[in-house]
């Protein structure tokens, strides 16, 4: 009947299929071909093992150790000169070197500790589940300079524990990100359709299964992007670090040589500038890595 | 538990960071609106000037927008605005924090425009009201219930940075901490620990403060959308031609 | 902060009497598709017009472009011997019209979409009284009574508070009339307004929409599946189909005794349904 019955230009909404509607069953004879899952896909596939590749090698390979000092004497007449902003570079990308390597172990312990956190609140016994929910709130709602002041104290007064400062910096980056990164697992699970739920009982699926094969599946497009947002959120946190527990990033490299050289704008300009040529790209990463999950998912 | 002279130094940085906050709040939410209309804008200049600030404003971290603002810009920008030089750190501070909300919070606004239904605006075109109009009685109004909560988080996460204000010389709630510090350190470290748990759990009441704030207006919103009060609407008479009340 | 109130027709909700509408070669297309071809038609003022024609027809987009919500590619439309989408220069010539002379020639146009398209954070008065008093400049006062006028009008004075959210679909689409009868347009379009309604509702609205005719005060062009309302209301109906109007005249004819074959399996097919 609805063939003729006439329409405007403007689109009506008509309730929009679901996914996981299995295709039409093929005749006998064609094989079952594997479906193409978005993960597969070169465009997706090939950006995202760069990606991971190269946050493992900076996650492995330390920056180069020593002194940050600028063996320069800027002029005072001016206030901002280009040769000496250039004469910075190198050292600054050696602090931003740090910055991000501190970043990306950080954010390793965020990921992990998160799904912990993710299932410990999901928990069905509340004894559990409520002290998590608490504990993640807290810790999101309460800023990371004073958890890195409060880790650094802790750290002092039990007096068997020592802790390289930049080790303190990304267990509390860890630890701070871990929160959000919960929530986004935990609203990844969400995502995924309760009818999906019951399909999954509805088969008599074991848990393992029903996790592995039906829900992660559908719940990473939804978390990826997220945790791709709160890896940057973590990169530009990352600098408080320097200023509490002196660790040698971005931040401390600019201290360092206003200091020596008590010519402020040049450092901070630069790290400015040098911070921004990483985070710009790496959040255009993440919109494309959401545009085309997005699509996937219809 | 701390001494009463320590909640009272610890009462006056919380008030500090409170100001701080409004500061930042108050030029956030200016920029937010403002910028998010402009990447909605007809002229392409203004959409590229708001595409700029938005991506400056959230790729840059806050703590290095704090060093630069604070430390930076009064010695570049100070001949050309006066203004600027001999500004206190708080005001400085407040301004880094409220350029990075603003970024955000711009973001937060375009989307929410983008989500009200095309209809809407088409019906405003169709009584010819100005697009100033639509945006202020037909559009923003709307948007509002969208804006309000990813809002409130947002400027939890600007109370969580007003702390670095403390870092470039500031006084706030974490600057009157760290005075304690030297102090307490002679009673032992177990002393500073119980110190921290305290300023620990007074941002995280600011922060349930301000979460709060927000569900009220949210609140207050979804009454308005249902049903309105007497009080505010037209007194419906026996004859037809009515009057307003209040 | 001030308002700016529009420059055109300040202080103007009165009659200002019925328009005409003239379509003059207008094409319109969306990318590939062409909506409307060479369109030529006249509509003259008080005349009631009905559109009809299977979806994709290009009929809801001549309402939409004589309301400027899509923006013709060429040709040119009048309303009230105005031209709508240009301004004369010195020269004597045609030239692009600016937004100012739009809202101008515009503010004579009413509209009724199929999905009322209410604000739903104002009561059914506010949304009534909004364009009287931010585009013509209309006083509070005079704007509610005019307001409460036509809601009585469309029978709907004792809702006058409610938000669209509490008010049926019928209730909505009356609302939705009175607020654009409220500046007392020279043209009304009305777009498929009842085709989003339940079929029990149908009837309160055509009601309100023969109350209109019958006052004849506008221009009417109507957008409609409803053939017996077409039939009762239409001075003239149009049949349009692939951007063209195919057969037009009066209803006895066009419905009753169609031309065209097009036509014919047209109406043969809304029967069936």
Not at chain 1, 53 to 76: D, K, T, Y
């Amino acid at each position: 009947m609805a063939d003729d019955t006439p329409h405007t230009q403007q689109a009506v909404d008509e309730p929009s299929q679901e996914g996981g509607d299995a295709p039409a069953q093929p005749a006998f004879d064609l094989e079952v071909e594997q479906s193409h899952k978005w993960y597969r896909r070169p465009d997706v596939l090939v950006p995202v093992t760069l990606v991971v590749l190269g946050l493992s090698l900076l996650a492995i390979v330390p920056a180069p150790s020593g002194r940050f000092s600028s063996q320069f004497s800027p002029g005072r007449e001016v206030s901002f000169g280009w040769d000496y902003f250039f004469h910075l570079l190198p050292q600054m990308l050696r602090g931003l070197y740090t910055t991000a390597r501190a970043t990306v172990l950080g954010f390793l312990i965020a990921a992990t500790l998160g799904m912990v956190m993710a299932m410990l609140r999901r928990s069905q016994n509340r004894v559990v589940s409520l002290p998590t929910a608490f504990l993640i709130e807290f810790i999101r709602s309460t800023p990371i300079l004073v958890q890195m002041f409060f880790a650094q104290v802790l750290v002092r007064s039990v007096d068997w524990l020592s802790l390289n400062p930049i080790v303190i910096l990304f267990l509390v980056l860890g630890i701070h990100y871990a929160t959000y990164a919960s929530e986004a697992y935990r609203a990844g699970i969400n995502s995924v359709p309760k009818g999906q739920w019951e399909a999954a009982v509805a088969l008599n699926l074991d848990p393992v299964t029903k996790w592995t094969r039906i829900i992660i599946p559908q719940a990473i497009p939804n978390v990826l992007p997220t945790l791709g947002n709160y890896l940057v959120a973590a990169f530009k946190d990352a600098p408080i670090g320097d200023a509490v527990l002196s660790t040698a990033g971005v931040l401390f490299f600019a201290n360092t040589i206003r200091a020596e050289d008590f010519r402020p704008v040049e450092p901070y300009l630069l790290i400015g500038v040098g911070f921004l040529l990483v985070s710009l790209p790496a959040a255009w990463l993440v919109r494309r890595l959401e545009a085309h999950i997005a699509y996937e998912r219809g | 538990m701390l001494t009463p002279g320590q909640y009272a130094q610890l009462w006056n940085g919380m008030l500090a960071t409170v100001q701080i906050l409004a500061g930042a709040f108050a030029l956030g939410i200016f920029l937010s609106l403002v910028v998010g209309v402009g990447r909605l804008s007809d002229r392409r200049w203004v959409r590229g000037i708001s595409f700029g600030f938005v991506e400056f404003a959230r790729g840059i971290s806050s703590i290095i927008l704090l060093f630069i603002m604070v430390i930076a810009i009064p010695i570049l920008l100070g001949d050309m605005i006066p203004w600027l030089r001999g500004r206190s750190v708080a005001v400085l501070g407040a301004l880094a924090l409220g350029v990075n909300m603003g970024g955000y919070g711009a973001e937060i606004i375009r989307g929410s425009i983008l989500a009200i239904p095309k209809g809407q605006t088409e019906a405003s075109i169709a009584l010819n009201l100005n697009p100033t109009q639509r945006l202020r009685y037909v559009v923003l109004p709307q948007a509002l219930r969208i804006i309000l909560p990813p809002m409130g988080n947002l400027t939890i996460e600007i109370l969580k940075g007003t702390a670095l204000v403390s870092v470039v010389g500031g006084f706030d709630l974490m600057r009157a901490t760290q005075n304690q510090i030297a102090s307490m350190l002679a009673r032992g470290a177990i002393g500073v620990t119980v110190l921290f748990v305290n300023v620990l759990v007074i941002y995280f009441i600011l922060a349930q403060g301000v979460n709060a704030l927000f569900r009220l207006a949210e609140r207050a919103l979804d009454r308005r959308f249902q049903q309105r009060p007497a009080s505010k609407g037209v007194r419906i008479d026996a004859t037809v031609g009515a009057e307003t009340d209040g | 902060m001030r308002t700016n109130v529009a420059e055109p027709d300040r202080n103007d909700v009165s009659d200002k009497g019925a328009a005409s509408v003239r379509f003059r070669a207008v094409d319109k297309a969306f990318g590939a598709l062409t909506v409307l071809e060479d369109l030529h038609l006249d509509v003259e003022p008080g005349e009631r017009v009905v559109v009809i024609g299977p979806s994709g027809s290009g009929k809801t987009t001549i309402l939409r472009v004589t309301m400027t919500l899509e923006h013709i590619d060429a040709g040119t439309i009048q309303i009230g011997g105005e031209q709508l989408y240009h301004e004369p220069t010195s020269a004597g010539t045609l030239k692009p019209a600016s937004e100012k002379h739009i809202r101008k020639v515009r503010s004579n146009i009413g509209m009724v979409f199929q999905h009322f398209n209410l604000f739903p954070h104002m009561s059914a008065i506010e949304n009534v009284m909004l364009a009287p008093i931010k585009v013509h400049g209309v006083s509070r006062d005079e704007a509610q009574h005019n307001g409460m006028e036509l809601l009585a009008k469309v029978g709907l004075a004792e809702h006058a508070n409610h938000t669209p959210g509490q008010l049926s679909g019928g209730q909505k689409q009356r609302v939705a009339i009175a607020r654009a009868l409220a500046t007392s347009p020279s043209v009304m379009l009305f777009d498929e307004v009842t085709s989003a309604l339940d079929p029990e509702l149908v009837g309160d609205v055509l009601n309100v929409l023969r109350d209109i005719a019958e006052e004849g005060r506008t221009t009417m062009m109507l957008v409609t599946h409803e053939m017996g309302f077409a039939r009762e209301i239409a001075d003239r109906v149009l049949m349009f189909d692939k951007g063209r109007v195919v057969e037009s005249g009066p209803p006895s004819q066009v419905l009753d005794n169609p031309q065209q074959e097009r036509t014919r399996s047209f109406l043969g097919a809304v029967a069936e349904h």
